[in-house]
């Protein structure tokens, strides 16, 4: 298993965050990292996901969503080429309070199966970076909004 994180401390509500995160339509206008994903964030959905590492390859995959806690957790697990074994895939999003109208928020990634040592270096820094791009993207995007 592989496991990758990145957080970051935005001054926004947990609401305002969530609202971003959630609205998948809108992640095309600001999000680097996961241009696309289509479907709705509600448990038990079925969404479509496309990621693009900084200088990778673009990966979609079929994803369900999992864990949906209003304002605090956001999770899909999916399967890279649809075949379960070879590359699985959970994503997710914790917010968690600070004080007064500050969060912060983790993204988590974690990748199990045949093809993660194989897949090893695209999975690595380059997600690394696209997590923390899109951290960067989704803090001033929310500030902005407050």
Known sequence: M???TSEVEVRASAEKVWQLLTDFRSYRNWNPFIPRVEGIAKTD???SVQTQPPGGRALSYRAIVVRVVK???LRWVGRLYGIPGLCNCSFSFTIEPLDGERVKV??????????VP???RMLG???QRGLEQMNQ???E????AS
Not at 141 to 144: G, P, Y
């Open 2 to 4: 592989k496991e990758i």
């Open 45 to 47: 959905a079925r969404i």
């Open 71 to 73: 304002p605090k957790e």
């Open 106 to 115: 983790v993204q988590k990634q974690s990748y199990s199966g045949l093809l």
């Open 118 to 120: 194989l897949l090893g």
């Open 125 to 127: 820094a380059g997600v």
């Open 137 to 139: 993207a989704l803090k």
């Open 141 to 144: 995007r929310a500030e902005a």
